[in-house]
């Protein structure tokens, strides 16, 4: 809050309060409500009463012809509104507020009031005890019904309760002593038209000395709520004993921080400081008095030289016409009169009393006021920046979901191509185990073929031929070769094949534990097509295949075709040897054995490889799957990106709206 010295100052920012008060409601700021603390456009409307309300109210008091009237003209109007001259004048109790235009209001008693006032007794100085009617009252009452110009009605009077007029003349009629309708009138309110007005209330009372009960009780009551009470005291008998019981009975009650003292008129003495020290020393001694002037408030004044150059002013303006003797008055006060030149140059020392009435009151209650103000403006503010705080930690919770699920994304993503790599790494190693080991396997068949035949079939048939003779060839030999084929084939040849088949599984079952150690999901793929692959080596279908063969080359009907070329008219020896060529030349028929063994063969590898074939599939398929899924997460992490984007420039417009809140109340309180 700026700094606050005068009522201007005061204004200025309570002025400033009350457009912040409608700038909250057509800025959308309130209705708000953060926790338990809640704002509503109904309190803030409360809050624009309550500061268009916040006024100072200022109390004059002191004796009759003390100057009341002219320091009032001079403080509030610059003007000669309220009635003054060296005989009283004020005789009510007068409420000066702020109005666009002039007026005057008199309100006048009640008919309870007025009976009540005919009625009521006080004890004079001498302490005789009076009516207040007869001594007061009844005078003016009976000047009037004896005027041939009225025509008077008491009831009539009261009946109106109050009468509203902006004919200032007027008013004389009203407050001063010898007014017309001065007797019935309770108090009297002046509505005016000057800035100093629209920060305090003013409250002129009519005299310590004043005996109505009704209007001491309303004296009372205003000096009791009043911010600054002003007391004022005649200069040239500056303390008297009735100025010692007003003090007594109404401003000791008082906060003494709220009276400030002022001795006016001083013009009308030799030395004008001397009134005041004069004062200042009773005070002091005075164990209840003293501490009314504690941070010396007590003031030398003279208010007409302050506001005949204010009327001058206006009169050479043509703003106000003043007549020859008014000017001839002020003429001689200000230029003829040879008062002190303190006086004249100080403008009657009402400049530095204004400014420290006006200090006085901003110090007192002002600045409270306003920083209370202050306070829940910056508390509505407070409720809005903390949901916009709130919003902005969702936000980043939001984010900060996203970030995680974009970190899990991220291990997913890595874990995945890690496991394309090894999948991929395992095809390329599972193709290159495999031919090798097809190879091999291939070539163990090829052997065992070979061997079998060459070393086992063609020895037993040779022993045959030359143990048997001639006729037990001719009938027997086919037989005795399918035996040692059988035997061949059904027990050497069987127990080799599973030897090689054993050692072509073992090779494969390396490829399947190297597939475990690369990838976990590949493993009930290698069982499955493993166990297929080994199903299809069939040792049944190469032993019928191989049987069948040498049942067609051996045939009875090819030996019995040896026996009608007359093989057996040559010797023992010769005919034996070409049983054996015959029966070797079956067997050594390359083409046609490795035509039978090498179909069956070729079947066998083609079953094994369309087997392991398989496992080449669901490596693909797998790599498919992952793709599928790495493809599914780049879309999601897209998507995050731009949520979070679209988050981002949430939270970015959040801060531009603190930024916004705490720059409007900057401009309401510097000090934020």
Same mark, same amino acid.
């Given at each position: 809050?700026?700094?606050?010295?005068?009522?201007?100052?005061?204004?200025?920012?309570?002025?400033?309060? $009350?457009?912040? +008060?409608?700038?909250?409601?057509?800025?959308?700021?309130?209705?708000?409500?953060?926790?338990?603390?809640?704002?509503?456009?109904?309190?803030?409307?409360?809050?624009?009463?309550?500061?268009?309300?916040?006024?100072?109210?200022?109390?004059?008091? #002191?004796?009759?012809?003390?100057?009341?009237?002219?320091?009032?003209?001079?403080?509030?109007?610059?003007?000669?509104?309220?009635?003054?001259?060296?005989?009283?004048?004020?005789?009510?109790?007068? =409420?000066?507020?702020?109005?666009?235009?002039?007026?005057?209001?008199?309100?006048?008693?009640?008919? *309870?009031?007025?009976?009540?006032?005919?009625?009521?007794?006080?004890?004079?100085?001498? &302490?005789?005890?009076?009516?207040?009617?007869?001594?007061?009252?009844?005078?003016?009452?009976?000047?009037?019904?004896?005027?041939? &110009?009225?025509?008077?009605?008491?009831?009539?009077?009261?009946?109106? /309760?109050?009468?509203? #007029?902006?004919?200032?003349?007027?008013?004389?009629?009203?407050?001063?002593?010898? &007014?017309?309708?001065?007797?019935?009138?309770?108090?009297?309110?002046?509505?005016?038209?000057?800035?100093?007005?629209?920060?305090?209330?003013?409250?002129?009372?009519?005299?310590?000395?004043?005996?109505?009960?009704? !209007?001491?009780?309303?004296? =009372?009551?205003?000096?009791?709520?009043?911010?600054?009470?002003?007391?004022?005291?005649?200069?040239?008998?500056?303390?008297?004993?009735?100025?010692?019981?007003?003090?007594?009975?109404?401003?000791?009650?008082?906060?003494?921080?709220?009276?400030?003292?002022?001795?006016?008129?001083?013009?009308?003495? *030799?030395?004008?400081?001397?009134?005041?020290?004069?004062? *200042?020393? $009773?005070?002091?001694?005075?164990?209840?008095?003293?501490?009314?002037?504690? /941070? &010396?408030?007590?003031?030398?004044?003279?208010?007409?030289?302050?506001?005949?150059?204010?009327? $001058?002013?206006?009169?050479?303006?043509?703003?106000?016409?003043?007549?020859?003797?008014?000017?001839?008055?002020?003429?001689?006060?200000?230029?003829? !009169?040879? @008062?002190?030149?303190?006086?004249?140059?100080?403008?009657?020392? %009402?400049?530095?009393?204004?400014?420290?009435?006006?200090?006085?009151? @901003?110090?007192?209650?002002?600045?409270?006021?306003? !920083?209370?103000?202050?306070?829940?403006?910056?508390?509505?503010?407070?409720?809005?920046?903390?949901?916009?705080?709130?919003?902005?930690?969702?936000?980043?919770?939001?984010?900060?979901?996203?970030?995680?699920?974009?970190?899990? @994304?991220?291990?997913?993503?890595?874990?995945?191509?890690?496991?394309?790599?090894?999948?991929?790494?395992?095809?390329? =190693?599972?193709?290159?185990?495999?031919?090798?080991?097809?190879?091999?396997?291939?070539?163990?068949?090829?052997?065992?073929? +070979?061997?079998?035949?060459?070393?086992?079939?063609?020895?037993?048939?040779?022993?045959?031929?030359?143990?048997?003779?001639?006729?037990?060839?001719?009938?027997?030999?086919?037989?005795?070769?399918?035996?040692?084929?059988?035997?061949?084939?059904?027990?050497?040849?069987?127990?080799?094949?599973? =030897?090689?088949?054993?050692?072509?599984?073992?090779?494969?079952?390396?490829?399947?534990?190297?597939?475990?150690?690369?990838?976990?999901?590949?493993?009930?793929?290698?069982?499955?097509?493993?166990?297929?692959?080994?199903?299809?080596?069939?040792?049944?279908?190469?032993?019928?295949?191989?049987?069948?063969?040498?049942?067609?080359?051996?045939?009875?009907?090819?030996?019995?075709?040896?026996?009608?070329?007359?093989?057996?008219? %040559?010797?023992?020896?010769?005919?034996?040897?070409?049983?054996?060529?015959?029966?070797?030349?079956?067997?050594?028929?390359?083409?046609?054995?490795?035509?039978?063994?090498?179909?069956?063969?070729?079947?066998?590898? !083609?079953?094994?490889?369309?087997?392991?074939?398989?496992?080449?599939? %669901?490596?693909?398929?797998?790599?498919?799957?992952?793709?599928?899924?790495?493809?599914?997460?780049?879309?999601?992490?897209?998507?995050?990106?731009?949520?979070?984007?679209?988050?981002?420039?949430? %939270?970015?417009?959040?801060?531009?709206?603190?930024?916004?809140?705490?720059?409007?109340?900057?401009?309401?309180?510097?000090?934020?």
């Amino acid at each position: 809050m700026a700094e606050v010295k005068t009522l201007r100052d005061f204004s200025e920012q309570k002025e400033i309060m $009350l457009r912040a +008060y409608e700038d909250l409601k057509v800025s959308g700021h309130v209705p708000v409500a953060h926790g338990e603390i809640k704002f509503s456009v109904e309190n803030i409307d409360e809050y624009i009463a309550n500061l268009n309300g916040e006024k100072f109210i200022v109390t004059t008091c #002191g004796q009759i012809k003390v100057g009341k009237s002219t320091f009032l003209n001079d403080f509030i109007f610059g003007a000669e509104i309220l009635p003054s001259a060296d005989a009283p004048e004020t005789a009510k109790l007068t =409420e000066i507020v702020f109005s666009e235009k002039p007026y005057f209001e008199a309100f006048f008693y009640s008919a *309870e009031e007025w009976e009540r006032i005919k009625n009521s007794r006080f004890i004079n100085e001498n &302490g005789v005890e009076s009516a207040y009617y007869d001594i007061f009252i009844a005078h003016v009452v009976d000047k009037l019904k004896s005027d041939p &110009g009225d025509t008077f009605s008491e009831d009539e009077i009261l009946a109106k /309760g109050s009468y509203r #007029g902006d004919v200032f003349s007027e008013i004389r009629e009203y407050v001063s002593v010898g &007014g017309k309708f001065m007797p019935f009138v309770k108090y009297v309110r002046i509505g005016y038209p000057v800035e100093i007005l629209k920060g305090i209330v003013l409250v002129d009372t009519p005299g310590t000395n004043d005996p109505n009960v009704i !209007r001491k009780k309303i004296t =009372e009551d205003w000096i009791g709520k009043s911010d600054a009470v002003v007391f004022l005291m005649y200069a040239g008998q500056a303390l008297t004993s009735q100025d010692i019981k007003f003090i007594e009975n109404y401003l000791l009650p008082v906060q003494p921080e709220k009276i400030l003292v002022a001795i006016s008129k001083v013009d009308a003495v *030799e030395n004008v400081h001397k009134p005041r020290e004069y004062v *200042e020393s $009773l005070f002091s001694k005075h164990e209840n008095f003293k501490k009314i002037i504690e /941070g &010396g408030k007590v003031y030398s004044i003279a208010p007409i030289f302050s506001l005949y150059p204010k009327l $001058l002013k206006k009169h050479e303006k043509k703003e106000i016409v003043l007549t020859p003797e008014k000017l001839d008055e002020i003429n001689f006060q200000l230029f003829d !009169r040879g @008062v002190d030149a303190e006086i004249i140059s100080k403008k009657g020392f %009402m400049e530095e009393f204004s400014k420290a009435l006006e200090n006085h009151l @901003v110090k007192i209650r002002g600045e409270n006021a306003l !920083r209370s103000h202050i306070k829940k403006i910056e508390s509505i503010f407070e409720c809005n920046v903390n949901n916009l705080l709130d919003e902005r930690k969702a936000l980043e919770a939001k984010i900060d979901a996203i970030g995680g699920s974009w970190k899990e @994304v991220e291990n997913e993503t890595r874990q995945l191509w890690y496991i394309i790599d090894r999948i991929n790494e395992a095809e390329g =190693e599972v193709a290159t185990r495999l031919s090798v080991d097809y190879a091999a396997f291939s070539n163990a068949l090829n052997d065992l073929f +070979y061997e079998s035949i060459n070393s086992g079939v063609k020895k037993d048939v040779s022993e045959i031929i030359s143990k048997r003779d001639i006729d037990f060839l001719a009938a027997n030999l086919l037989w005795e070769v399918k035996n040692s084929v059988d035997n061949y084939l059904s027990v050497l040849l069987n127990k080799k094949i599973i =030897e090689v088949v054993e050692n072509f599984k073992n090779a494969v079952d390396n490829i399947r534990t190297y597939l475990r150690k690369q990838v976990m999901s590949l493993n009930l793929i290698s069982d499955t097509v493993f166990g297929a692959a080994f199903g299809a080596i069939s040792v049944d279908d190469l032993f019928k295949d191989s049987e069948k063969y040498f049942e067609s080359s051996l045939s009875e009907m090819k030996l019995r075709a040896l026996i009608k070329n007359d093989m057996f008219s %040559m010797d023992v020896n010769t005919s034996k040897k070409m049983f054996f060529d015959l029966v070797n030349k079956m067997l050594s028929n390359e083409d046609e054995f490795r035509s039978v063994i090498g179909k069956r063969k070729s079947d066998i590898m !083609r079953g094994i490889r369309a087997k392991f074939s398989y496992i080449f599939e %669901m490596i693909d398929n797998e790599i498919y799957k992952k793709n599928k899924i790495l493809l599914k997460i780049a879309k999601t992490s897209e998507k995050d990106n731009l949520e979070i984007e679209k988050i981002k420039g949430m %939270m970015a417009a959040v801060d531009e709206k603190i930024k916004a809140i705490e720059a409007k109340f900057r401009d309401i309180n510097p000090e934020f």
